[in-house]
């Protein structure tokens, strides 16, 4: 990508793509385009610059503290809560990660990667800039670790949600996974840690804990699930409540992260902190009820652990549950999650999620092999169809639960993203089943 950055009076061009460079652009060198060095020179640039010397060259290095959240699931959640938490304290914000980038509350960038290449990063950290922010809160993608897409990026604080399996199509292993995970918590940065994720491993200086079961800096003395979250939280000797309307076990540890995370930055009070997460309402797409009666859920659980947590906030509940897995990723998942399904669900339709380059009824099969309740299961390839059995089933006291996809507005299927919104579709549906009564 090309960017023409305006620096006081001059602006400056910056490419990460030799094909795009010529005398009067700079070619940024990353990890992932230095064998194109000479492609760039073939177009006459003479200018290449790092990402440090680029942040440097915009003014941007210091200036703004980056908060980087790692972990299998729950960056986006967390780094919403913190977002949302400095905004309340007054504070100017950037957000970037899985739902694109977001300035003082304004959408500035669409949806790419969690983490992006590290000039859309300086691109955004130079809008936040030049917006007058102090905090930057990025998900750090276990991708953007082992290609260095935060190459030149210091981080005012590092944050880990958790390790559970993902991601095995790319690192191949959980132990080398838990590696690349462990590397952003090497150095001396101030850290947050969660102290019942027992497999990271980190740098003992500037860390500082969150947890439920094992002690911690910031620790859960007890909590109530019952109606949303409501919990008692210890630092040091204090002690110190906050409510949200966020469900489930697995959220306590994310507004817990985020609590810590403010607090750490010594942004305000713990108590002023704690009274702002009230106004947090969550992400789309993350336990997002589309329909309160009948109750339809939409949730972007796409791994065996995230599917677990879903599930087991809901454990009072009859759940329908339609789910599928990713296509070109992590195919040692699908029996998990299908494993997990069986345990929590009264009926599971598998169906297609974004089936990429890969034949969906293979992924569904690899899915259903992790299952043994057949007599449990539907199958339906076709998404909406699967949907429409779902809400077409339900009777009062059900819960559907549609996973996978979260907030994502399309499915992608060899190579075309087609427009697909799981919230869209369950809400068409249930307008043509409301008719029919
Ligand atoms: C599998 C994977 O991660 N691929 C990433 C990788 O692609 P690649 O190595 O094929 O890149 P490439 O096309 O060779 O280009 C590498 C660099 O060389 C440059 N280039 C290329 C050609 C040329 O002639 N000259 C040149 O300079 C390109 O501009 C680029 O800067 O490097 C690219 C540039 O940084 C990424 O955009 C691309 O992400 C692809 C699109 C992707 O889908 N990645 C997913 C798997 C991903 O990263 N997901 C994570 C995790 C999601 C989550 O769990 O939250 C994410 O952060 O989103
Ligand atoms: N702390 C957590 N532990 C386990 N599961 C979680 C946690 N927080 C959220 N989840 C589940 O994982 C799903 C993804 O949450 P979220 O989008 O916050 O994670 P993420 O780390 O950003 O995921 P991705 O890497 O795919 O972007 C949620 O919809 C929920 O089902
Ligand atoms: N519905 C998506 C969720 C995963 C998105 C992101 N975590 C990634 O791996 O790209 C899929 O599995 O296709
Ligand atoms: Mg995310």
């Known amino acids: 990508m090309k960017i023409a950055f305006q620096n006081g009076e001059n602006l400056l061009h910056v490419s990460d793509n030799s094909s795009e460079c010529d005398k009067d652009t700079f070619f940024l060198l990353t990890d992932q385009n230095a064998r194109y060095q000479g492609n760039a020179q073939e177009q006459g640039c003479t200018h290449f610059?790092?990402?440090?010397?680029?942040?440097?060259?915009?003014?941007?290095?210091?200036k703004i503290k980056i908060i980087g959240i790692t972990g299998t699931n729950g960056k986006t959640t967390t780094a919403a809560a913190i977002y949302s938490l400095l905004l309340d304290l007054g504070q100017k914000v950037g957000l970037q990660g899985t739902r694109g980038c977001f300035i003082n509350e304004k959408r500035v960038e669409d949806k790419s990667l969690t983490t992006p290449p590290i000039l859309q990063t300086i691109k955004n950290l130079k809008m936040a800039v030049d917006e007058g922010c102090e905090y930057f809160v990025m998900e750090v993608s276990s991708h953007a670790i082992v290609q260095n897409r935060i190459d030149g990026l210091f981080f005012a604080l590092k944050i880990l949600t958790n390790v559970t399996q993902d991601h095995l199509d790319f690192h191949k292993t959980i132990d080398e996974y838990i590696a690349v995970k462990s590397r952003f918590f090497e150095d001396e940065s101030l850290k947050l840690i969660n102290s019942d994720e027992r497999h990271i491993r980190f740098n003992r200086i500037n860390a500082f804990t969150y947890g439920i079961e094992h002690p911690a800096t910031y620790k859960v003395l007890a909590y109530s699930l019952k109606e949303g979250i409501s919990a008692a939280i210890a630092k040091k000797e204090k002690v110190y409540d906050f409510e949200s309307s966020l469900h489930g076990f697995f959220n306590l540890y994310n507004l817990l992260a985020a609590i810590s995370a403010v607090?750490?930055?010594?942004?305000?009070?713990?108590?002023?902190?704690?009274e702002a997460v009230s106004h947090f309402g969550g992400v789309e797409g993350r336990m997002q009820v589309v329909s309160q009666d009948p109750l339809v859920i939409v949730d972007?659980?796409?791994t065996p652990d995230?599917?677990?947590?879903?599930?087991?906030s809901m454990k009072d509940k009859n759940?329908?549950?339609v789910f599928g897995a990713g296509g070109d990723r992590d195919r040692t998942k699908r029996p998990k999650m299908g494993a997990v399904a069986e345990r929590y669900a009264k009926w599971m339709i598998v169906t297609s999620d974004n089936p990429r380059s890969e034949n969906p009824d293979a992924i569904i099969e690899e899915i259903v092999a992790g299952i043994q309740r057949t007599e449990s299961l539907h199958v339906k390839v076709d998404r909406y169809q699967a949907i429409e059995e779902a809400l077409g089933m339900q009777k009062k006291s059900d819960v559907v639960l549609i996973l996978g996809k979260g907030d994502e507005t399309y499915?992608?299927?060899?190579?075309?993203?087609?427009?697909?919104d799981d919230r869209n579709v369950v809400l068409e549906i249930l307008a043509r089943l409301a008719k029919q009564k």
């Open 49 to 62: 610059i790092s990402p440090t010397e680029c942040l440097s060259l915009l003014g941007i290095d210091k």
């Open 306 to 312: 995230g599917m677990e947590k879903v599930l087991e």
């Open 411 to 420: 499915q992608e299927v060899a190579g075309v993203k087609y427009p697909f």
């Open 300 to 302: 972007f659980a796409h």
């Open 319 to 321: 759940c329908i549950v």
């Open 263 to 274: 607090d750490l930055l010594h942004v305000a009070g713990m108590e002023e902190i704690c």
